[in-house]
């Protein structure tokens, strides 16, 4: 265990006699469910005691010092408990204290009641406690594990807290394994929420603390947007943060440096694990983010970033003029940006299409930390083209010897101009009502900057 930890676990201990627990979410209702082991196992020895002794003595110490938090309802499930171990009985799985206000006396009593019997049932009694939380999507279900083996029916319970985290129908979930230090038991259990092993009664008293305290006080972090000298100095973006299992979103900002220069601090539940997303251009995906319970967390992203700036040399006689963005292999384009507009991109190269007549395509534009990399292109001319009559008519333009398309001309007879950029071009065209290819016609023709070009087709 982390030096950090055993710091916050052995203050919570030793203080929680001497200050008043209390709950940060304020207004927002936390439930707490215990589901214990009482199979059989749990008679074994423990500290000069049973595991099962000492679960209930500091489960009953620990409700008790609940009993005036408010916004908090805690409940107790127990598996394993009413039917003896040569059964087998894979569903032996009962809700000895529902949910309610003032509960404590019902949950210890309980405790004292129950005796440890038969089989470990985890899946089916995860699968359970689903149902034992009230309906209320503003609630924080917090589901806590205290168990001495492995899974013995058969079941899959990664899987199951999985699908209820997915769902919200509980948070990722805390497990307590106690009395075994062996691989098979921390990695049945890690996939399914944060395991604690403890294998004394000091670490088992200072876990609860943990979790308790994890439960129901908010924790502090920064997002810290580094530079390409790992300076927090990147800022100004808006940023989404969502749960990890369930995929809903639970915070968003627009990310802020404080009057020290430093980034701003943000309340998160420590309970979640998270995705981070920071909307910066491309954006950026820091996954199963966790946190430390009881202290600052610094949440590191390298997100440099500098500007590009699109401009026409002289005047243009386009409108809006778009510029698609791609970056590097990407065939996906990851922004559109117009001209004569600056905007910020994570350093690094990017391809554009510019979408002029005909587009201008530009690969390998560097982007450099806090500088403006400026793409300027020719300002256009226009094509004035005149169709003596009604024809099938087409521009093209040469292209490392092949014809590329550029653009078709309307069919009817009349007028019509087209901006275009400076180059030499071809327009091929036929009278609309000819009926042999042999009377196609050809006519090359140029355009250049700031210049009106003539033809007559």
């Not at 005036?68 to 171990?85: A, C, K, Q, S, Y």
């Not at 502090?220 to 969502?242: F, M, R, W």
């Not at 590191?300 to 401009?311: C, L, V, Y």
């Not at 040399?313 to 922004?335: A, E, F, N, W």
Request: charged share 20%; hydrophobic share 35%; net charge positive.
């Amino acid at each position: 265990m982390k030096k950090g930890f055993i710091l916050l676990l052995a203050c919570f201990t030793v203080c929680s006699s001497q200050a008043q627990i209390t709950n940060d979410y304020k207004g927002r209702k936390t439930r707490l469910l215990f589901l214990l082991d009482g199979s059989g196992s749990m008679v074994a020895a423990m500290d000069k005691s049973t595991r099962w002794s000492i679960a209930v003595d500091l489960m009953s110490r620990m409700v008790d010092s609940l009993r005036n938090v408010n916004d908090l309802e805690v409940g107790l499930r127990v598996f394993g408990h009413t039917v003896p171990i040569t059964r087998k009985d894979c569903y032996d799985t009962k809700l000895e204290v529902p949910f309610g206000p003032h509960n404590h006396k019902l949950f210890k009593n309980a405790l004292r009641r129950v005796m440890p019997l038969g089989y470990t049932s985890i899946t089916e009694s995860i699968l359970a406690s689903a149902e034992d939380f009230p309906k209320d999507d503003n609630a924080r279900n917090v589901l806590v594990i205290i168990t001495d083996g492995v899974e013995e029916c058969g079941g899959d319970p990664c899987a199951v807290s999985a699908a209820l985290q997915k769902k919200g129908i509980i948070l990722k979930p805390f497990i307590v394994g106690i009395g075994s230090a062996s691989d098979e038991f921390r990695t049945t259990y890690s996939c399914a929420g944060t395991f604690f092993n403890a294998q004394t009664r000091e670490e088992f008293d200072k876990i609860m603390g943990l979790i308790i305290s994890s439960a129901l006080n908010a924790t502090t972090a920064q997002i810290s947007l580094l530079d390409n000298q790992g300076k927090p100095l990147e800022t100004n973006v808006p940023v989404s943060v969502y749960s990890n299992t369930s995929g809903q979103i639970v915070e968003s900002w627009i990310h802020t440096l404080n009057g020290k220069n430093n980034p701003d601090t943000i309340f998160l539940d420590p309970v979640l694990t998270y995705n981070i997303e920071v909307h910066t251009t491309p954006k950026i995906i820091k996954r199963n983010v966790s946190l430390v319970p009881g202290r600052h967390n610094t949440i590191a992203i390298d997100a440099a970033q500098g500007d590009i700036f699109f401009k026409i040399k002289g005047v243009t006689r386009y409108g809006r003029l778009p510029v698609l963005v791609s970056k590097g292999k990407q065939t996906d384009r990851i922004t559109i940006q117009d001209f004569n507009t600056k905007k910020k991109y994570l350093v690094g190269d990017y391809d554009v299409e510019i979408l002029t007549v005909p587009p201008t395509k530009i690969k390998g534009i560097n982007v450099k930390q806090n500088r403006t990399t400026t793409v300027e292109i020719a300002s256009p001319g226009k094509l004035q083209l005149t169709n003596s009559a009604d024809m099938v008519a087409s521009i093209f333009t040469m292209n490392k010897g092949s014809q590329m398309w550029v653009a078709d001309i309307p069919q009817n007879a009349g007028k019509y101009d087209l901006t275009m950029q400076p180059g030499k071009y071809q327009v091929i065209y036929r009278a609309k009502n000819e009926t042999r290819m042999i009377y196609s016609k050809t006519k090359d023709f140029k355009i250049t900057s700031l210049t009106s070009t003539y033809i007559t087709i």
